[in-house]
């Protein structure tokens, strides 16, 4: 009866192993891994601690059916030291998967914000801009200012993103 026990309890610990392993994420590509780093020691080396566990999103977002990462750094949590990547624009990096494990830059900007918008190769990356970025004019002062969401688009050309053109933006209120 104990060896049964033993064994029913080894079989369920197997599955539970397997089942977390199977839901744990990939690792991420070594070039995206670098730049995690390289946002969480700004907010270390400023006495803070960072917290990266929303910082990098994954979604399909140029339609190869291969995983790409979006680093925001909007989405860090720097405990001890909020301020340190600023009050207003952050940073927002897109990384394009290659399938084998690497990625490549694709797009490096400021935003207000950014909304991962739909899955698979319908995914959509929306960021939030202000000012001429919107198709409007430089505000007296930033009260004013007009902010949009506007999205990136995928130009096989180059293999970059860029802006979507001003007339599909969508204007905040």
Known sequence: MRIERFVAASVVTFF???AAQAAAPPPLPAVVAKA???VAAVCNENGGKADMTNA????DLNGDGIEDYVLDVGSVNCDGAASVYGDREKGVLVYVGD???GATEAFNDMSYGMTLEGTGPA???????SGQQCG???AKDFASENFCDRAIVWNAKTRKFDYAPVSTV????
Do not use: D, I, S, T
């Open 136 to 138: 409007k004019p430089p």
């Open 36 to 38: 995690v780093k390289e």
């Open 170 to 173: 969508k204007m905040v209120q």
């Open 16 to 18: 539970f192993c397997v």
């Open 56 to 59: 990098v999103k994954r979604a």
């Open 99 to 101: 399938g084998k494990g």
């Open 123 to 129: 995914a959509k990356l929306w960021l939030a801009v």
